[in-house]
Structure formats: structure tokens, C-alpha cells
């Protein structure tokens, strides 16, 4: 289990990016939370096994409508008690 916070840039507010996180998170049973940030990128914690997570990312930068420029990605500590991922 592996959990990273991850700062999204580039197109990814106002093209379905929390949406489109939220679903993919879902369907590979990750847990965390996506939320967008007044400078125009887009925050993310995602909790769940390294190839699952590695998945999220690939089905993330492939978006319809989602350009993804740059990632800047963290390790964190797990959330133990941490059941589902939502959009804040």
C-alpha cells in the first residue's frame, strides 16, 4: 500500500478532471480525495496498491478533454481508517 499526494498542471480544471478521477478511483479501489486549487491546478491524494495507482494515472492522462503538463508527486503517510475516495 502506497499513498502520494499529487499536484496536477496544465488543462485540468473545467474539463471533468475531479469527475474523471473520481470514477477511475472507484472502478480500482483507491481511496483519497481530488479537489481543485485556486492557482489553476488540481490537488489529489490517492491511497491504494502501486499498480493500481500507477493505472489511475495512466487512465487520468488520457482524458477526452485532459492535458496533463506536470506532475509534482509526494509519498504521504497511509490513512488507515480511509474507505473511499471523494471530490472536495
Partial sequence: MKRYRIRFYGRVQGVGFRFTAYHTAQ??????????????????EVQGEQEAIDEFLGRLNSGRYI???????????????ERSFTVL
Avoid: A, Y
Avoid at 479501489?29 to 489553476?40: A, I, M, P, Y
Avoid at 492535458?67 to 481508517?81: A, P, T, V
Fill in 27 to 44: 472502478s480500482l479501489r483507491l481511496t483519497g480525495n481530488v479537489k481543485n486549487e485556486f492557482d489553476g491546478t488540481v490537488l489529489c
Fill in 67 to 81: 492535458e496533463i503538463d506536470d506532475m509534482d508527486i509526494k509519498e504521504q503517510r497511509l490513512e488507515e481508517h
